[in-house]
């Protein structure tokens, strides 16, 4: 090559980023995950090339290779994992109706106006009205953004500079480290706790209650159980005290369960004269990151007039979501508890036939379920799981779907329980792709 001859230099053949652009790959991804996820794809591909890594061909192909599925870091997940409702993979799984109405949500809405008189109308009047027909002892309700929201909302509102009464067992440490006593003492209320870990009395909470009372807070300790020499006060009795009772029930649960027969609900604590529930609406009842409010329409309106209301309020994609949750057909939630475990079984030795046909080895195993999310702790819901080697589990977790089992007793297991059921194809294509690349097939004799 002579002195300024550069045709030979694979640099010089490197194609121009607007050339690159022009690919109608990339051209339909910019409408996905925007320009500048796009051109960065590119740079990084046009870098390579000049490194001599690929070939100057190959640019666009591996900018589109590279390229995220869509403009969120957020990856879905298939929950193998036999929690439920799992904190840490975002709680409730929304149903297909409360999908369909946060996108109908998405763009403008008629929130806050009626579209027949043109006139401004009472924000998410509808997730409200059906909320309250799900609660019809209710004498009204309102939402907010989370359950602890709720239950700050109602002590600010009810309680800041006065007292609540609350029992020394019930003051929780809820997720992420946050205890409910910081949590309440926040809003400028004081907690007068009374009893002691294990056993509190209808006479500790009378003998507490003065002119300085705002209101006696009743919490579910929904993420563990005190078992043995103890006594706690039903709503009941506590409502027979002269002080409105509050009780956070936590988990959303708005009517009784024969699922769960210790799990407080919402009419039941209303019947039994509660003056305010607070709860989580993606728990059990399976929607939406809400905090729900129902009871004594004197009350309820005092916390939603409240200035903290504002800042507490929820949006547009909540208000759809929720409603959709209230109105629609079963929750994801719902169907996994509800699941026959005849059927789970089916599908789970099918998986494991289906695996055994392509050299996988996996074992079928009795395994038990739990609700998770702080709700019905102790109670254990039993069930079926696909048992592999434990070295599956962080391969599965990385992979394209991430699959997240358990690691139990020397195996990762993997529990159908809350994996769809049009998703078992894709979670055996997961497995079998995982299997390759570890090298964990075992051909089959007939194929070797």
Do not use: W
């Not at 690159?20 to 925007?34: K, S």
């Not at 007292?163 to 992420?176: D, F, N, Q, Y």
Request: glycine fraction near 10%; charged fraction near 25%; charge should be neutral.
């Amino acid at each position: 090559m002579t002195a300024g001859d550069h045709s030979a230099d694979p640099r010089r053949r490197v194609p121009r980023t607007d050339t690159v652009l022009a690919d109608p790959r990339l051209a339909a991804a910019v409408g996905t995950v925007g320009r500048a996820e796009v051109k960065a794809a590119v740079a990084r591909a046009q870098d390579r090339a000049r490194r001599g890594e690929i070939a100057p061909a190959e640019v666009a192909d591996h900018a589109v290779a590279t390229l995220p599925v869509r403009a969120t870091s957020l990856r879905p997940v298939l929950n193998a994992t036999g929690v439920v409702v799992h904190t840490n993979l975002g709680r409730a799984a929304l149903s297909a109706a409360a999908v369909d109405a946060l996108v109908a949500a998405a763009g403008h809405t008629d929130i806050e106006i009626d579209l027949t008189t043109g006139r401004r109308a009472r924000r998410g009047r509808g997730a409200v009205e059906a909320l309250a027909a799900a609660v019809p002892g209710a004498g009204a309700v309102h939402v907010v953004n989370n359950g602890a929201a709720a239950l700050v909302l109602a002590a600010t509102a009810l309680a800041a500079g006065r007292e609540m009464v609350i029992s020394r067992g019930e003051l929780v440490e809820i997720g992420a480290g946050f205890r409910l006593p910081d949590l309440l003492e926040s809003t400028g209320a004081r907690l007068r706790e009374v009893g002691t870990t294990n056993r509190t009395t209808r006479a500790d909470y009378a003998d507490a209650i003065g002119p300085q009372t705002a209101f006696i807070l009743k919490v579910h300790p929904s993420n563990f159980v005190v078992r043995g020499f103890t006594s706690s006060v039903d709503t009941a009795d506590l409502a027979g005290l002269p002080a409105p009772v509050v009780v956070d029930i936590g988990s959303g649960l708005l009517a009784p369960d024969r699922l769960l027969p210790g799990e407080p609900d919402a009419a039941t604590a209303l019947g039994a004269g509660a003056a305010l529930v607070t709860a989580s609406g993606d728990k059990l009842l399976g929607g939406p990151q809400a905090g729900l409010i129902l009871g004594d329409a004197g009350l309820v309106d005092r916390l939603r007039r409240h200035p903290l209301a504002r800042a507490l309020r929820v949006d547009k994609l909540t208000l759809a979501a929720l409603e959709a949750t209230l109105r629609g057909p079963a929750t994801p939630t719902r169907q996994a508890l509800d699941i026959d475990p005849d059927r789970l079984r089916e599908r789970t030795e099918r998986l494991r036939a289906d695996l055994a046909l392509a050299g996988v080895a996996a074992d079928v195993v009795a395994a038990a379920a739990v609700v998770g999310g702080g709700g019905a702790p102790g109670v254990e819901l039993p069930s079926v799981a696909l048992a592999l080697d434990p070295d599956y589990a962080t391969a599965l977790r990385v992979g394209d779907p991430p699959v997240v089992g358990r690691v139990e007793h020397g195996a990762l297991l993997l529990d159908l329980r809350c994996v769809p059921p049009g998703m078992d194809g894709t979670l055996r294509d997961a497995i079998l792709r995982t299997a390759d690349e570890m090298g964990r097939r075992t051909p089959r004799p007939d194929r070797a």
